[in-house]
T-cell receptor, first 115, second 111 residues
Framework: GAGVSQSPRYKVAKRGQDVALRCDPI?????LFWYQQALGQGPEFLTY????????KSGLPSDRFFAERPEGSVSTLKIQRTQQEDSAVYLC?????????????FGPGTRLTVL | EDQVTQSPEALRLQEGESSSLNCSYT??????LFWYRQDPGKGPEFLFT???AGEEKEKERLKATLTKKESFLHITAPKPEDSATYLC????????????FGRGTSLIVHP
């Protein structure tokens, strides 16, 4: 079975551009998490979905960040008016259980570079 | 504020040279402590979950232990393929399921 996939794997954006990052979780997984991982750091939580409901978005760094999961499967993280400090790897993880983190399956990440 | 500190930041070992990685934490109440392995260009891969002091879990050359203040990841007779970054994360009680990750330990095992 396929794991979590993310696209694109690499994205270069000019400062001020909008970007959209896609996550395809494992089929049937209820929970979906987005994380931001800066170079040399551990992942930092951005937002959490339970099916299509965004239950926690407390980690989103600004209102330029927006995430959705309209049908409870594929999720998109959108960053508007990108800034250099947005450069990082964006990780998506899914889990078959509600709110669980021990059974998270991570995707390979999207490396975003903002010039 | 919950804090997770991993040490050392980087570790170089010769093949077969056993060692330990440390994860110390300060949280209001521990629900679970997780160890992940992350290879370059990949997402973290789950290794272990520990829930209470005194608990131990093993997988091949890896053994994770937990006390009330820290966790150790023991690597016995490592091989070059064990080279990776090892991440520790904690999940606290009180309803939040959001994990707090440490910065990781970068392990290189030389043949």
């Amino acid at each position: 079975g396929a794991g979590v996939s993310q696209s694109p794997r690499y994205k270069v954006a000019k400062r001020g551009q909008d970007v959209a990052l896609r996550c395809d979780p494992i089929s049937g997984h209820v929970s979906l998490f987005w994380y931001q991982q800066a170079l040399g750091q551990g992942p930092e939580f951005l937002t959490y979905f339970q099916n299509e409901a965004q239950l926690d978005k407390s980690g989103l760094p600004s209102d330029r960040f927006f995430a959705e999961r309209p049908e409870g499967s594929v999720s998109t993280l959108k960053i508007q008016r990108t800034q250099q400090e947005d450069s990082a790897v964006y990780l998506c993880a899914s889990s078959p259980r509600v709110g669980a983190t021990d059974t998270q399956y991570f995707g390979p990440g999207t490396r975003l570079t903002v010039l | 504020e919950d804090q997770v500190t991993q040490s050392p930041e980087a570790l170089r070992l010769q093949e077969g040279e056993s060692s330990s990685l440390n994860c110390s934490y300060t949280v209001s109440g521990l629900r679970g402590l997780f160890w992940y392995r992350q290879d370059p260009g990949k997402g973290p891969e789950f290794l272990f979950t520990l829930y209470s002091a005194g608990e131990e879990k093993e997988k091949e050359r890896l053994k994770a232990t937990l006390t009330k203040k820290e966790s150790f990841l023991h690597i016995t007779a490592p091989k070059p393929e064990d080279s990776a970054t090892y991440l520790c994360a904690v999940q606290t009680t009180g309803g939040s399921y959001i994990p707090t990750f440490g910065r990781g330990t970068s392990l290189i095992v030389h043949p």
